[in-house]
């Protein structure tokens, strides 16, 4: 019997089936005291706010649907911090509610433009980094997204450079406490396969380098999801999850066409099952940006989308 069929075995005794009736399952685990802090549990779950970017929440709104709906942790979007802030919020009482809630912030959302080849407009795009990073320090946020932000519609973009570029986000995150992730973009031309991001990642020769993958954006850019096979721990820390319909096919699809883990086409089990047997526990970050989404109710949403994670995560711990 293999090693891997034991702990999947033990896994599934301890998470108790945890999909049972999909908008019921996040509630009956934490009464239960069966939560994603269990340590049996490969994966932890975290919401990514853009799910419910459309309902207008406040910050602290997003946080407490994040907690009612039985997730620990968050990946908000630095705008809507800042937003809080200008308002006259303060992050000490961000900070404090997370604590309070038992949430953690895994990573966030930005868009500077760190890696584009005008001089000026990185310079721009790294002191952009910096003040998300002490924003994000502030409230025990441990990672930050480095998307290709401005340099997607042009081909020719140098990767070598890009990976000194990222590297300077590195040192940075090294001063500010804030790992930043390489994220792909499925319609960029220069960074959106799995194989363009890890050369980025590898050849910045920082111990904390990491990628940020999406299930949508790598079948957008066209990588084949078998590449995760090769993929350590150390390189996925944080996967957006999610899903895609067959229709509109990939040269069409977009962000909106996303769709919860599970109702589409994307091999999730294979996904979840090549990370699992590379001993990844990567955060799951829910990420949608469907606006049938944004009509409904923001907690059954979210309570939804945990439901469907979850029973991803069992379908594909039951494959062997």
């Known amino acids: 019997m293999k090693a891997n069929s034991v702990s999947r075995r033990r896994f599934m005794t301890s998470a108790g089936m945890v999909v049972g009736a999909a908008l019921t399952t996040t509630q009956t685990d934490i009464a239960s005291g069966n939560s994603n802090n269990d340590k049996n549990v490969p994966f932890r779950y975290c919401l ?29 979007w630095v705008q809507k911090i800042n937003d809080h802030v200008s308002g006259g919020g303060s992050l000490r009482d961000i900070r404090k509610q997370l604590s309070d809630l038992g949430i953690t912030v895994e990573s966030a959302i930005d868009f500077p433009r760190w890696v584009v080849d005008d001089d000026a407009e990185r310079a721009k795009g790294v002191e952009q980094v910096k003040r998300a990073m002490d924003v994000l320090a502030q409230i025990g946020s441990k990672r930050v997204a480095a998307p290709p932000a401005g340099a997607n519609r042009e081909p020719g973009l140098d990767l070598m450079k890009a990976a ?27 960074l959106s396969r799995i194989g363009e991001a890890m ?20 079948y957008k850019g066209g990588s084949d999801f078998h590449g995760y096979k090769q993929l350590s721990a150390q390189a996925i820390q944080v996967i957006h999850l999610n899903d895609y319909p067959a229709d509109p096919p990939r040269e069409t699809i977009g962000d909106r066409d996303r769709v919860m883990p599970g109702d589409g086409i994307a091999p999730l089990s294979q996904i979840l099952l090549d990370l699992y047997n590379n001993g990844s526990r990567a955060v799951l970050s829910l990420e949608l940006f469907n606006p049938t989404y944004w009509k409904q109710d923001p907690l059954e949403v979210a309570k939804l989308g945990l439901a469907k994670m979850k029973n991803a995560v069992n379908k594909a711990l039951e494959l062997s």
């Open 48 to 76: 990514n706010t853009s799910t419910i970017r459309g309902q207008k929440l406040s910050l602290k709104e997003e946080i407490d649907v994040t907690a009612k709906a039985g997730y620990n942790a968050i990946e908000p």
């Open 164 to 190: 000194e570029r990222y590297r300077v986000l590195l040192k940075l995150g090294d001063q500010m406490g804030v790992v930043p992730q390489v994220e792909t973009w499925g319609p960029s031309k220069n």
């Open 199 to 218: 050369f980025v990642v590898i050849e910045s020769g920082h111990p904390k380098a990491c990628y940020l993958p999406d299930v949508y954006h790598t």
